[in-house]
């Protein structure tokens, strides 16, 4: 008898609290608003990632469109970007979209002009809908505070509010070609600010680095073959010879690790040389595209 009373309580008790919650007893709860939910896709027509080595090449593709084809319009949608995560900054790429779906172009060029910077690899490109309702109420992709959609949208089969295109830079051994500038050589043989010629090795992966001058190495002088895995950018320097030391017996040898910016900008190794039969290791080489 005491559960049931009990029970009988908390039932009443749960009445009352939801027959006091009417919209008519709290003038604070706001009304209810329609509004559309915005889907952008990318076009598989335009590229998928912005080149880091040639980020003026680029041109992406992408469809605006309303998740719900059927549901409430809005009298117009804008394509807005934002760089690197920040909100206080957001770009027009086309404004005034009025038929869904609706298909929008953008390229390198125009990024970089709309952000009055050049395009790096890292940099990273948001883009979404700003959307303008019939009554002028205006829903912002990138609010400043706050997120523009409940938690649950990305949940829902096929949801996509925003996309993403992103500078990267693919290992490709013809980027390495030209003077580089001496940054530092534990070796000594250069100074800060030398010039380095690099180019393409045989290979897919290689690199040919003349790494150092005469009259060092003699007429003999030979170039270091780095073997960069393209993945990793991580670098093998198998042990070969590189000249004959000044002074030395023939046949001084290099040997090492290191890596490099998948760009073409930078490369730095660790590099041990043997002369005559003895191991001079772990001297810093770092070489910037000039």
């Known amino acids: 008898m005491k559960k049931i009373i009990t029970f009988s309580l908390l039932l009443t008790s749960f009445a009352a609290v939801f027959n006091s919650c009417r919209k008519e007893d709290n003038v ?3 009304d209810l608003i329609q509004a559309p939910l915005p889907l952008i896709t990318k076009d598989p027509g335009g590229d998928d990632v912005i080149s ?12 605006v469109d309303m998740y ?49 910077a050049p395009i790096v690899a890292g940099d990273n490109f948001q883009i979404g809908v700003d959307l303008t309702m019939a009554n002028g109420l205006k829903f912002e992709a990138f609010p400043v505070t706050g997120n523009a959609y409940a938690s649950g ?21 013809a980027s390495f070609n030209g003077n580089y500038v001496v940054q530092q050589d534990d070796w000594a043989d250069f100074a800060v600010g030398d010039l380095v010629e690099v180019k393409p090795g045989a290979g897919d992966n290689e690199i040919s680095v003349l790494a150092y001058p005469s009259p060092a190495f003699g007429t003999n002088r030979k170039p270091m073959i780095l073997t960069v895995n393209p993945t ?36 730095s190794l660790l590099v041990t040389i043997k002369i005559d039969g003895t191991d001079y290791e772990d001297n810093v080489l770092i070489l910037a595209r000039q």
Not at 153 to 173: H, K, L, M, R, W
Not at 236 to 258: H, K, L, M, W
């Open 153 to 173: 949208t990305a949940a829902q089969p096929g949801s996509s509010t925003v996309i993403t295109y992103v500078a990267v830079c693919e290992f490709d051994n």
């Open 28 to 30: 604070k709860l706001p």
């Open 232 to 267: 990793t950018f991580d670098v093998t320097i198998s042990e070969q010879v590189i000249g004959d030391y000044f002074g030395a017996g023939p046949g001084a040898t290099a040997r090492g690790t290191g890596t490099v910016n998948p760009c073409g900008d930078n490369i």
């Open 52 to 63: 880091g080595q040639d980020p003026d090449n680029f041109t992406g593709k992408f469809v």
């Open 68 to 116: 719900f084809p059927n549901d409430i319009k809005p009298q117009k949608a804008d394509a807005v970007v934002i760089k690197n995560g920040n909100k206080t900054v957001v770009k027009t790429i086309q404004a005034d979209v009025t038929t869904f779906p609706t298909t929008v172009e953008v390229t390198g060029a125009q990024l970089a002009t709309l952000f009055g």
